[in-house]
């Protein structure tokens, strides 16, 4: 019997390579692995103990999500986001993110708004703490994708989040434009409560428009 047909059989322990590639990721976005460096899979594999299997299996799945790009008989690179990269998925989130604002503003529950307020709050509370504040504006704007129940678009958006990390000049890093975020996070916040549809939509494609402009 196979496991599939039996379900009093335990399911298989996530492989290693998952784990792998979990590392890599944080050691990615965290810039000790900067975007454009070389990837020495000998001496990551060594230093995480593991043979190159489950490290070349970890730098394919990475290569699939944008961090990773692999050259021919040149190995892996942290993929080296350009200008014309960056306009590109500020341009395919602010579709996704301003047509999730606009289910949202339609058709949240009154528990969903509350979940939205209750991160927006947290943004307020760190606007003085950039790492903090950056972390939460994520979990704010996967919220809204996952409230606006597309789980497509929620898909495409995490991948394309993954790549906007990448960037070395994220909009959140210029001065003054955390304020700037959390102002336009709050008139958000309204046109949500507020059933504003058509609002909620407008200001979320101008968010990232002001995002992709402190970015550039």
Do not use: C
């Amino acid at each position: 019997m196979s496991l599939l047909a039996d379900p009093a059989q335990p399911l298989a322990r996530r492989a290693l390579y998952q784990d792998v590639a979990d590392r890599l990721r944080q050691q990615i976005f965290a810039r000790r692995l900067e975007p454009g460096s070389w990837i020495d899979e000998m001496k990551l594999a060594a230093e995480y103990g593991i043979s190159r299997t489950p490290m070349r299996e970890a730098l394919k799945v990475l290569a699939v999500e944008g961090l990773v790009t692999m050259k021919l008989r040149r190995g892996a690179y942290v993929t080296e986001v350009s200008g014309d990269d960056v306009t590109q998925v500020y341009h395919l989130l602010a579709l996704l993110e301003s047509d999730a604002a606009g289910a949202v503003a339609a058709r949240a529950s009154a528990a969903e708004r509350a979940r939205l307020a209750e991160l927006h709050e947290r943004l307020e509370q760190q606007a003085g703490q950039r790492d903090a504040f950056f972390a939460t504006n994520e979990q704010f704007h996967m919220a809204l994708l996952e409230i606006a129940g597309n789980r497509w678009a929620l898909h495409i958006a995490t991948d394309l989040r993954k790549v906007m990390k990448l960037n070395r000049h994220h909009s959140l890093f210029k001065a003054g434009r955390l304020d700037e975020s959390l102002q336009e996070h709050r008139a958000l916040m309204k046109a949500i409560a507020a059933s504003d549809t058509a609002g909620a939509t407008r200001l979320m494609r101008e968010h990232f428009q002001s995002g992709l402009e402190a970015a550039s």
